[in-house]
């Protein structure tokens, strides 16, 4: 079995403390240490998970995995990069100290709730932060438009934990930790953005029909097992530039690949947590 990086306390400990008096000064009403329940221990379990969903972006923005998702035991999987069209995630094992210290964060920010939060000041542009926390057995999801450093009151408590959560869990240095090996890579096509009208410049796409995936809503879908029968043409697709176009049934289309979460198990499973 590969090992993971442990991430313990290896950042200065004073930035750690205001990040922890910001977060707990303003704690959800209500909220007490004492009624905290222990954190899920199974590795496969989903804990935590924080999304925000931007609007007006490129097809594989939107194919990008969570930026930060916790299972039980304190695996995390969160970002990466491209490597060409395949999105290459990483993945640390936290401390079991910090891991706890984290989910009772999640309570005092309020996360063990169902709740959405409009935004303020209506707007045509924004986004949506999507916060899911699995407590005492029930999973918990909390929506906000349009998060911002000057939200106040429950949107603050959030949008802090959020702040908190990027110091305390993931390494300055995100080249660190093991490269997530999934199971199954979702292909998710699009059509219609920036496809050259000169097919001599696309490419045949060398796996089977993408208009024949499961329709989503970050594209259509369809799985490849990069270990198996799929590992040539996850190859091929991770040598190319996410600009490339594919020609697939007959259509010109835009390719991204992201891994499948631990939690994910097929295609219907993007559209989950998806707005």
Request: with cysteine.
């Amino acid at each position: 079995m590969r090992s993971l990086i442990r991430v313990t306390g290896g950042l200065a400990p004073a930035v750690a403390a205001v990040c922890l008096l910001g977060l707990l000064s303003g704690s959800a009403p209500g909220f007490h240490p004492g009624t905290v329940p222990e954190p899920p221990a199974d590795p496969g379990t989903l804990v935590l998970q924080l999304r925000e969903w931007r609007s007006m972006t490129a097809p594989y923005e939107r194919a990008e995995p969570p930026e930060f998702t916790l299972y039980g035991g304190g695996r995390v999987i969160a970002g990466g990069h491209w490597e060409g069209s395949v999105y290459q995630a990483r993945e640390y094992v936290l401390a079991p100290d910090r891991y706890r210290q984290i989910y009772r964060l999640a309570h005092a920010a309020g996360l063990a709730q169902a709740r959405h939060f409009d935004e303020p000041v209506p707007a045509t542009d924004g986004s949506l932060l999507v916060a899911s926390l699995r407590s005492a057995g029930r999973s918990h999801t909390t929506t906000m438009v349009s998060p911002s450093e000057r939200d106040t009151g429950a949107r603050r408590r959030i949008v802090e934990f959020r702040r908190t959560v990027r110091v305390l869990a993931l390494p300055a240095d995100r080249t660190h930790g093991a490269g997530y090996r999934p199971t199954r890579l979702a292909v998710l096509a699009t059509g219609g953005w920036g496809a050259p009208g000169d097919t001599s410049r696309s490419r045949p796409w060398p796996g089977p029909d993408l208009l024949a995936g499961l329709r989503t809503r970050v594209g259509l879908c369809t799985l490849l097992d990069p270990a198996g029968p799929d590992a040539e043409t996850a190859a091929l697709v991770r040598a190319a530039p996410l600009a490339t176009r594919w020609r697939s049934g007959g259509q010109l289309l835009s390719v991204a690949i992201r891994p499948l979460l631990p939690d994910e198990y097929d295609c219907v499973d993007l559209d989950r947590r998806t707005p």
